[in-house]
Structures are given as structure tokens and as C-alpha cells.
């Protein structure tokens, strides 16, 4: 299957925009994919986001880590300024084949949890930084800096996704210590689920 494994860095704070209600005004500093089909990543800034919109257009499946819920939507905002049009692409992008790991994995457990509390003990490593940073390099203009973090946060997301399609099983880090979570996922087509659509 061609897949596309996707992350994006934002230019603002959920409170520099007014609160998490305001995703789509977060602005995206740079959106990175790391197709399967050339094994290599692809960089697109904000300027680029429709040509980033067409290489989604072009696979067969989007894998990511709360993508569907605020990547998508920082996407949208970036790509348009009027509501309308904003609402229409969130759609358009969250009716894609995606695979959001987050959602999955909160149907199994019950709870939200963080990529690195996953990638940690599952890998052996996780996340270089953290997104705070990330806005603050934006502040000094340090996209390579920005560019290079959302590498090492895409090459997290694709290896714990290929681990659990192989092992059919995460580690995450809880509470009460390291926990296993089995996992059902496969390549195929998912049944389709649209939930919370809106962008309000």
C-alpha cells in the first residue's frame, strides 16, 4: 500500500491564537511526509500547503498521531482565511484514508496518550524536543532546526506504526509502569468512520 506517514510544526501557541478552540489559526512553519513509496521525506512550508494537499490526494493511506483531530486542521487554516473554505478542506482532508493512531488507540484503551510515552519504551528512543521549542526556533527563524525535529517526529510515527503492523502489540508508559497494548492493525481499507467533523 502507498503510504504517507505525516507531521506538521505550527508558527503559534494554542495561546498566542486564543485557546485550543482556535487550532485552525496556529499557521503551519513546515509539514513533512515520509512516503513508501521512494522512502524518503518530503518538506513542504506554508507557502506549499496545496502542493502538500495533492500528495495527499495521490496515496492510498495517511498514517499519523492526532492528525485527524489538529494537523489537518492547522492545514486548513493555513490553505484559507474564511471560515467556509476552511470548513470545506478539513473535510475534504479528513475524509482521506487516514489512520490516526491517537483514535485507535484510544479505542482500545480508554485514554489519551503521547507519541513519545509510546515510542519510548516501544523503540528505545523518542521525540528530539518538544513543540515549545519548535515555536521558539520559529520566533529566531531557525527552519532548519524546525525541519530537522519534524524529521526525528515523522520517523517516530512511521516506526511505531510498522512495529505494531509487525508485532501486532505497543508498549506505553503509564502510571503504574510499562504497559502492553495489543493491536489489530493491518494495511487494508478501513470502514470508514467520520467523528467530529466540524472545525466549531
Same mark, same amino acid.
Not at 177 to 189: A, D, N, P, Q
Given at each position: 500500500?502507498?503510504?504517507?506517514y505525516?507531521?506538521?510544526? &505550527?508558527?503559534?501557541?494554542?495561546?498566542?491564537?486564543?485557546?485550543?478552540?482556535?487550532?485552525? =489559526?496556529?499557521?503551519m512553519?513546515?509539514?513533512?511526509?515520509w *512516503? &513508501? #513509496? =521512494?522512502?524518503?521525506?518530503?518538506?513542504?512550508? #506554508?507557502?506549499?500547503?496545496?502542493k502538500?494537499i495533492?500528495h495527499?490526494?495521490r496515496?492510498?493511506?495517511?498514517?499519523?498521531?492526532?492528525h485527524?483531530?489538529? =494537523? /489537518?486542521r492547522?492545514?486548513a487554516?493555513?490553505?484559507?482565511? &474564511?471560515?467556509?473554505?476552511?470548513?470545506?478542506?478539513?473535510t475534504e482532508?479528513a475524509?482521506?484514508?487516514?489512520? =490516526?493512531?491517537?483514535?485507535?488507540?484510544?479505542?482500545?484503551?480508554g /485514554?489519551?496518550l503521547?507519541l513519545?510515552?509510546?515510542a519510548?519504551p516501544t523503540?528505545g528512543?523518542?521525540k528530539?524536543?518538544?513543540?515549545?521549542?519548535?515555536?521558539?526556533?520559529y520566533k529566531?527563524?531557525?527552519? *532548519?532546526?524546525?525541519?530537522?525535529?519534524c524529521?526525528? *517526529?515523522?520517523?517516530?510515527?512511521? *516506526?511505531? /506504526?510498522?512495529y505494531?503492523?509487525?508485532?501486532?502489540?505497543l508498549?506505553?508508559?503509564?502510571?503504574?509502569?510499562?504497559? &502492553?497494548?495489543?493491536?489489530e492493525?493491518?494495511?487494508?481499507?478501513?470502514k470508514?468512520?467520520?467523528?467530529?467533523?466540524?472545525?466549531?
Amino acid at each position: 500500500m502507498h503510504i504517507v506517514y505525516f507531521d506538521l510544526e &505550527t508558527k503559534y501557541s494554542a495561546e498566542e491564537v486564543g485557546g485550543w478552540s482556535n487550532i485552525e =489559526d496556529m499557521g503551519m512553519s513546515v509539514g513533512i511526509l515520509w *512516503d &513508501t #513509496e =521512494d522512502s524518503k521525506f518530503h518538506i513542504y512550508l #506554508e507557502d506549499d500547503a496545496q502542493k502538500m494537499i495533492d500528495h495527499f490526494k495521490r496515496v492510498e493511506m495517511i498514517v499519523g498521531f492526532n492528525h485527524i483531530g489538529f =494537523d /489537518h486542521r492547522v492545514v486548513a487554516g493555513s490553505r484559507y482565511s &474564511t471560515r467556509q473554505d476552511r470548513q470545506r478542506l478539513y473535510t475534504e482532508l479528513a475524509e482521506m484514508n487516514n489512520f =490516526d493512531m491517537l483514535i485507535e488507540l484510544k479505542k482500545i484503551l480508554g /485514554h489519551r496518550l503521547k507519541l513519545d510515552s509510546i515510542a519510548r519504551p516501544t523503540l528505545g528512543a523518542g521525540k528530539s524536543a518538544d513543540g515549545l521549542q519548535a515555536l521558539e526556533w520559529y520566533k529566531e527563524g531557525k527552519l *532548519d532546526k524546525i525541519i530537522e525535529y519534524c524529521k526525528d *517526529d515523522v520517523k517516530v510515527t512511521r *516506526d511505531v /506504526h510498522q512495529y505494531a503492523l509487525e508485532k501486532g502489540e505497543l508498549l506505553y508508559e503509564s502510571y503504574s509502569g510499562i504497559k &502492553t497494548v495489543k493491536v489489530e492493525w493491518s494495511l487494508e481499507k478501513p470502514k470508514r468512520e467520520i467523528e467530529q467533523m466540524s472545525l466549531f
